[in-house]
C-alpha cells in the first residue's frame, strides 16, 4: 500500500467513527509495515492525519473514540517493537461513549473530493426504538446511485422516505452536477421526533449557506444527548411529534430551506 494511502485511510476511518476492529483499521493496521519512516514520525504523520485534516475542526469530536484509536495505536506499535512517543491523543479526557456523535463521511458529496465531505450527528446503532438515527449501508448504496444518474432526479420533485439521519439527502444535495438541473424541491420524511431532530440539523448543517460553528454544533449535540436521556427507559412504540425551530417553519408545516439546491428547496 501507498504511503499516503495509509495515511488517508485512517483519516477516512476515524472522521467516520470506525472502531479499531472496522476494515478501514485493518487496511491502516497492515499498511503501516509498508511505510518507509522511523516508527515516531510514522506515529506523528498518522495524529496529524487525524486530528489536523481540513474536516475534523468542523465538529465537535468524540474523546471516547480518539482514546480507542490512542490504545489501538498502542498495541501496534509494542506488537511491532517500536517506541510510540507521547502524542495529543495522549491528552483527551477519559469519558463515556457519548449518544450521539459527529461523524465526518470523506469523499461523499461536494465533488467527491477526499477533503470533505458529509458531516452528520448520529447514534453508532439502533436505540430508542428506531433504526434511523443512524447511517446504513443501504443509505451508502442509495446515495452512489442518485449522484450517478442525477437525469433520473433533475428538475423532479423528489420524496425519500425513511430519510433517517440524511445520509442520501445531504450527499445527493451537495454534490454539484453541471450538465443536469437540480430537483425541483427534495422533500425528506421519517416519523420518530428524535429522528426528525437530527435529519433537519443535519440538512441544515450540510445545506445552509452559513452552516453552524463548532460551538453551535456542539451545544445541539448536549440538547440531543439530554432529550435522548430524558426518554432512556421509554419503551413505548408511540409517534411523538416533533417541530423545526419556529423561524425556519414552513407556512405549510414543512421545513424548508430555499436555495439549497441551485434554486431547488429541501423540505422535512
Not at 25 to 48: C, F, N, S, T
Not at 83 to 88: I, M, R
Not at 163 to 175: D, K, M, R, W
Request: negative net charge; proline residues 8%; glycine residues 8%.
Amino acid at each position: 500500500m501507498a504511503e499516503h494511502d495509509v495515511f488517508r485511510r485512517a483519516s477516512l476511518a476515524y472522521l467516520a467513527g470506525m472502531g479499531p476492529a472496522s476494515l478501514l483499521w485493518q487496511y491502516v493496521k497492515y499498511g503501516l509495515d509498508d511505510v518507509e519512516l522511523p516508527p515516531p514520525e510514522i506515529a506523528a504523520r498518522l495524529v496529524h492525519a487525524l486530528l489536523h485534516h481540513p474536516r475534523t475542526a468542523v465538529a465537535p469530536r468524540e474523546a471516547a473514540h480518539g482514546r480507542k484509536v490512542q490504545q489501538w495505536m498502542k498495541e501496534e506499535w509494542a506488537e511491532r517493537g517500536w517506541t510510540l512517543p507521547p502524542t495529543p491523543l495522549d491528552d483527551l479526557p477519559p469519558t463515556e461513549p457519548l449518544a450521539v456523535t459527529y461523524k465526518t463521511y470523506l469523499g461523499w458529496g461536494r465533488g467527491r473530493s477526499l477533503d470533505d465531505g458529509v458531516t452528520l450527528l448520529e447514534s453508532d446503532g439502533i436505540t430508542h426504538n428506531t433504526t434511523g438515527m443512524t447511517t446504513w449501508s443501504g443509505a451508502a448504496v442509495l446515495a452512489e446511485w442518485t449522484t450517478e444518474n442525477p437525469e433520473v432526479l433533475a428538475g423532479r420533485r423528489v420524496l425519500e422516505l425513511g430519510a433517517g439521519a440524511g445520509f442520501t439527502a445531504a450527499v445527493f444535495l451537495t454534490t454539484p452536477h453541471e450538465r443536469f438541473a437540480p430537483p425541483r424541491a427534495y422533500t425528506a420524511t421519517d416519523c420518530n421526533h428524535h429522528v426528525l431532530a437530527l435529519l433537519h440539523h443535519n440538512l441544515h448543517l450540510n445545506l445552509s449557506a452559513k452552516p453552524p460553528t463548532c460551538k453551535e454544533l456542539a451545544s445541539f449535540q448536549q440538547e440531543m444527548i439530554r432529550a435522548l436521556a430524558a426518554e432512556v427507559d421509554d419503551d413505548s412504540d408511540e409517534v411523538k411529534p416533533w417541530a423545526p425551530p419556529h423561524e425556519e417553519r414552513h407556512p405549510g408545516g414543512a421545513t424548508v430551506g430555499g436555495d439549497t439546491c441551485d434554486n431547488g428547496q429541501y423540505m422535512i
